[in-house]
């Protein structure tokens, strides 16, 4: 099993401030087969990256993702007010599919 | 517009049976991965099973032997059967499909379900 580990577990953002994610995967992740997920209280997750660096349909370019190998990372380059969230990454790899246990994304 | 709406959660108690719904609109599940993922309250995100083509299933081993992924095609539906029910097993079940010719990661979600095992 691929384990995830994301960090930081919470981080304490401006709105405007860059913001940057890590997720670090306990063996390699071939092809980049991570995708990264927000999750807003009481909702589904909503996808953001699939294939470590490409963006869903409809997400905003303020979003990127980046890494390979073992570690990836996501930034949203000027965090909005919408933004303040619960983000996970996901391998795709192998099975079983894995999570990261998220990183919060909370108002300073 | 895809659109995935599950049913079927609720309290049980214990060792017993529940089987979770999953509506699918706006395409054909037996085009996609189609998968199931968990998450208890307060945790985060816990895949649980996928079935893809052939009808090829895989599951968590902490589900596996207890839960049976199926889809029926002529109603477009997944489904989710629990068996032997633990109070760990309690979470919101959301299901989730993946883009076609692709490999599985999730594009469309449910809204969600809430299983409780308590007795």
């Known amino acids: 099993e691929i384990v995830m580990t994301q960090s930081p577990a919470t981080l304490s953002v401006s709105p405007g401030e860059r913001v940057t994610l890590s997720c670090r995967a306990s063996q390699s992740v071939r092809s980049n087969l991570l995708a990264w997920y927000q999750q807003k209280p009481g909702q589904a997750p909503r996808l953001l990256i699939y294939g470590a660096s490409t963006r869903a349909t409809g997400i905003p370019a303020r979003f990127s993702g980046s890494g390979s190998g073992t570690e990836f990372i996501f930034t949203i380059s000027s965090l909005q007010s919408e933004d303040f969230a619960v983000y996970y990454c996901q391998q795709y790899n192998n099975w079983p599919l894995t999570f990261g246990g998220g990183t919060k994304v909370e108002i300073k | ?119």
Do not use: H
């Open chain 2, 1 to 119: 517009e895809v659109l995935l709406v599950e049913s079927g959660g609720g309290l049980i108690q214990p060792g017993g049976s529940l089987r979770l719904s999953c509506a699918a609109s706006g395409f054909t599940v037996s085009s996609n991965y189609m998968t199931w993922v968990r998450q208890a309250p307060g945790k985060g995100l816990e895949w649980v099973s996928i079935i893809y083509s052939g009808d090829s299933v895989y599951y968590a081993d902490s589900v596996k032997g207890r839960f049976t992924i199926s889809r029926d095609n002529s109603k477009n539906t997944l489904y989710l059967q629990m068996n032997s029910l633990r109070p760990e097993d309690t979470a919101v079940y959301f299901c989730a499909r993946t883009p076609p010719a692709e490999l599985p990661y999730f594009d469309y979600w449910g809204q969600g379900t809430k299983v409780t095992v308590s007795s």
